[in-house]
């Protein structure tokens, strides 16, 4: 089968399904930024960098699902893929109820962290509110996304833009952000609960929970560590500079997610695809799907940033001067957003099981950071250093993992 062939393939195969899917996964995160901007708008930049500080929270404290639902998004597919229908449902009811599970370690660390902190009881309500609607909605999600069901997916997307629509509104109101998104959750994985009757199951077997952990804890814990690269950059400003840089840079990183969304929801296309691949053994199949991911990604990010950056160079000093600091660092991490893609390995090494090799490289990439974006602080560049010090070390961080992709998959195929 030929390269063009493959990707033919690719569009072809419930092509319709899967573009719409893609367009409104770019519009709901659309819809998100519009949503953050005007949150950061109405919340002030001091008060914005606590609610960064809490996102970035919420995404650590996952670490206590000890990675069932990344263990389900390569299970699941796989026994779909190999048509083991029955061992797949009761995969995904010991998944459910294991996430159910860890909710309570999640929300005992956060409330001490409340606690620690100094702030008030709501804060914690609001912040366990949101990690508990984001879990359980991304459960779904990995339903919809190993099924391959991408109308339904798109129907959910539709659902979740029109809630943070009228969510802005709350914002303007005075409602806080982490309110009006995890509402925003909740009726999204209503909708996709609802439609697909009898979806969950309460059933816990150790063995099956077992393996849900060895496989997505790995990938999970790449995860953390993979956010912990693209986020060690505001944590070191939460160290070194006060609430409002954090504020700041807050407002640059959203822009920098509004570009890696786009890279997401194609890998997010083209995972079931790589997996389903590996499970029949079409190891040539699966490197095409994930060249065709890199070069698709790297392409759409690029022009994406290109017109953001227009963008915002116009929109930031009219709408939001107070935010105009944040422009140097928004561009810089564009740019770190577009390289994203060339890492290549990812998708292929979460399913082939090499994710250690993976970690190895984000672990470099995290140390890279530090040290260069500290050398930048030590000169004095401010959050402009630390963000070229992200990029530098990005740099580095996609070479090696390129380096050790390559040696991984080689041997892998050797050894079979």
Not at 110 to 133: A, D, P, R
Not at 320 to 341: D, Q, R, T
Request: glycine letters at 8%; aromatic letters at 18%.
């Amino acid at each position: 089968m030929t390269y063009r062939s493959i990707f033919k393939e690719w569009i072809s195969n419930s092509g319709k399904k899967r573009f719409y899917f893609f367009l409104a996964h770019l519009l709901y995160n659309l819809f998100l930024f519009i949503l953050s901007i005007v949150g950061a708008k109405t919340s002030g930049p001091r008060e914005w960098g606590i609610i960064t500080l809490l996102l970035l929270l919420s995404t650590y404290s996952s670490l206590f699902t000890f990675g069932i639902n990344n263990g389900l998004g390569i299970l699941l597919p796989y026994k779909l893929g190999k048509s083991k229908i029955k061992e797949a449902k009761e995969t995904q009811a010991v998944a459910f109820t294991s996430l159910f599970l860890s909710l309570f370690p999640i929300g005992l660390i956060q409330y001490l962290y409340i606690f620690l902190k100094g702030h008030g009881i709501i804060l914690w309500f609001l912040l366990f509110g949101y990690t508990f609607s984001f879990q359980i909605l991304t459960y779904f999600k990995v339903k919809l996304r190993s099924y391959e069901y991408f109308g339904l997916f798109s129907l959910a997307y539709v659902i979740q833009t029109l809630s943070i629509s009228f969510g802005v509104l709350g914002l303007i109101k005075g409602y806080n952000y982490l309110t009006v998104t995890s509402i925003a959750n909740f009726l999204t994985a209503i909708f996709i609960w609802i439609q697909l009757p009898k979806s969950i199951y309460f059933e816990l077997r150790f063995k099956t929970s077992y393996k849900l952990v060895k496989r997505g804890f790995p990938i999970m814990l790449a995860g953390i560590i993979g956010e912990l690269l693209l986020s060690v950059d505001r944590i070191l400003i939460s160290i070194f500079f006060d609430d409002l840089q954090l504020g700041y840079y807050g407002l640059s990183a959203n822009l920098f997610k509004g570009i890696r969304v786009i890279g997401i929801a194609i890998s997010m296309i083209a995972l079931p695809l790589i997996v389903k691949a590996f499970a029949t053994k079409n190891y040539s199949v699966m490197l095409r799907y994930a060249k065709n991911q890199q070069w698709i990604s790297a392409l759409v990010m690029a022009l994406s940033s290109l017109l953001l950056a227009l963008f915002t160079y116009h929109f930031i000093p009219r709408f939001l001067p107070e935010y105009e600091k944040a422009l140097v660092p928004g561009f810089i991490l564009m740019v770190v957003a577009s390289i994203l893609p060339f890492g290549f390995y990812p998708n292929i090494l979460n399913t082939i099981g090499k994710q250690k090799v993976y970690l190895s490289a984000q672990v470099f990439g995290i140390i890279m950071n530090l040290i260069f974006s500290s050398i930048f602080i030590t000169l004095g560049y401010g959050i402009n250093g630390v963000a070229t010090g992200s990029c530098f070390a990005m740099f580095c961080y996609i070479m090696l993992l390129r380096y050790l992709g390559k040696n991984a998959i080689k041997k892998y195929l050797h050894d079979e």
